[in-house]
């Protein structure tokens, strides 16, 4: 598919998540821009994380119910199959998260079929253009086959990238392995690199009740808004304009504007609805973004956080893509099954990257390292300590060959860790990036607070996925059914064509 040459993003007002209202928002954004589904539709939501300890993070099943009554609505029998897709958060079985979001009910309703992305064949895409992080990248079958693609994320914030709408709800669209993989300093790169797999027709966000600060833990903010529109990148300006966050200045945006997936400007974009942008404004404003580095982060805690730069620091001077990040989602996670977590944690210093600085741990304080770039020497309690980088170039990540440890193989490699390292000793975490669950693993381990992953509350649902998942697994594996397609594939009428945005002539 070509990327729009006529953006256009509708504002909606919506208050309350009343599906028929939805539906009947939805319909006549698809009439107004003139599209219909057909082929092999698929519809990709924001569920990173769900159920009542993740209220916020992930689009509501009624807007999602809404969306595909409208789809439904606007057949006119050209859909062989209508589907919802999505990963959830690493480690975690996105059959857990479709039953906590109240997923299943919703699609027994609506007759509609639905993957759990780390499920399917993982296909091989390849790609050629100049400033691309490397050659190939995987993407789950249906994805790649999509027709007609539809993204519905959540109007959130993002510690790592400012914000988490349209774009950046492509880190769905990998399983584990592969989404690990450039998951660091320059993940804004990978997002960019991402767009070039499937590029959907028509986005409506769920901000009815948005998220602000966190990606899994976002405070609530109701906006009762819908939005919709059929250019990603025209639609993600414009929700930064409407809470007052530059465009230019997420990186992601910026990146994939300069390789052809559309401009960010306002004055090409053309702005439809029942509410103004300036409307819109002041419903956000004063909407909080997420980007705060760890050592602002822990301020006043019993954590002192470090952060050097990572491996290119002409670059950053700082890794927002990786693992300073999954430490504030960790302690967020901990302080929602743990209320007493902040008071049970020791003290203890943690640092990322090729940091240079003094670390100011007392004696009987812990010292920890986490990721393969932390870099250190100097004096500890009394010794000299060198911690030499473990980094290697991503050149040497083969997405061919790459590995992804479950939950339990985490907890054990954690575990394993904490017991061969003496406490007097740094502890030093392996990975790039490092988990949020190895984070907050480590956290339990060393502050002994409750763990999120053993909670009665959550081990049915857990269980019950978790086996599902790998039950499926299996017989895929018995039957002979390789998980990861090397090799072109098919691709859908989904596909972008790209061609990147033709500069004036230098006078």
Request: hydrophobic share 35%.
């Amino acid at each position: 598919m070509k990327i729009a040459s006529r953006p256009r993003v509708i504002i909606r007002r919506c208050p309350t998540y009343d599906v028929e209202q939805i539906r009947r928002i939805v319909r006549e954004g698809l009439e107004e821009l003139d599209l219909r589904p057909h082929g092999r539709t698929l519809v990709k939501p924001n569920c990173v994380a769900s159920g009542p300890s993740f209220p916020h993070a992930y689009t509501r099943p009624e807007f999602l119910e809404g969306v595909l009554r409208a789809l439904q609505d606007r057949d006119d029998g050209r859909v062989k199959e209508l589907a919802l897709g999505e990963r959830c958060g690493i480690t975690l079985p996105t059959r857990m998260s479709f039953e906590g979001a109240g997923y299943y009910p919703m699609l027994k309703r609506t007759g509609v079929k639905h993957y759990h992305f780390e499920e399917e064949p993982q296909v091989e895409i390849r790609l050629s253009h100049k400033e691309r992080l490397r050659d190939y990248l995987f993407t789950p079958e249906p994805v790649a086959k999509a027709d007609f693609f539809v993204n519905c994320p959540k109007f959130k914030s993002h510690p790592w990238t400012t914000v988490t709408f349209s774009m950046k709800n492509y880190i769905g669209i990998q399983d584990d392995r592969h989404r690990l993989i450039d998951h660091d300093h320059r993940l804004d790169e990978k997002i960019a690199d991402l767009q070039y797999i499937v590029q959907p027709q028509f986005i409506a966000i769920d901000a009815i009740v948005a998220g602000e600060g966190r990606m899994l833990t976002p405070i609530p903010r109701k906006l009762g808004l819908v939005i919709m529109g059929n250019s990603q990148a025209a639609f993600d300006a414009l929700c930064c304009r409407i809470i007052g966050v530059d465009p230019y200045a997420v990186d992601h945006l910026r990146l994939a504007s300069e390789r052809g997936f559309g401009s960010l400007d306002l004055d090409a974009l053309e702005i439809s609805g029942d509410v103004t942008l300036e409307e819109a404004k002041a419903m956000a404003k004063g909407f909080k973004v997420g980007l705060v580095r760890v050592e602002k982060y822990f301020e006043g805690s019993h954590i002192t956080a470090y952060a050097g730069p990572p491996p290119e620091p002409e670059r950053t001077d700082y890794c927002w893509g990786g693992c300073p990040g999954a430490l504030e989602e960790a302690i967020e996670i901990l302080r929602l099954y743990d209320e007493q977590c902040d008071e049970k944690l020791p003290r203890m210093h943690i640092v990322f990257g090729a940091y240079e600085g003094k670390i100011d741990a007392a004696p009987g304080e812990r010292v920890v390292f986490i990721g393969d770039c932390a870099k250190w020497s100097g004096n500890l309690h009394g010794r000299l300590v060198n911690v030499e980088s473990l980094y290697k170039d991503r050149a040497h990540k083969d997405p061919y060959h790459a590995k992804h440890d479950d939950i339990f193989a985490k907890a054990v490699t954690v575990m394993r860790k904490m017991a061969t390292t003496d406490p007097s000793e740094p502890l030093r975490l392996e990975g790039c990036p490092v988990s949020v669950a190895e984070q907050v693993l480590t956290l339990v381990e060393l502050g002994k607070t409750k763990n999120p992953y053993l909670s009665p509350a959550d081990a049915v649902s857990f269980s019950k996925g978790y086996l599902g998942w790998r039950g499926k697994s299996l017989v895929q594996r018995l039957s002979g059914k390789p998980y990861q397609i090397h090799g072109p594939c098919e691709r859908g009428q989904a596909a972008p064509e790209v061609s990147p945005p033709t500069l004036p002539d230098a006078e």
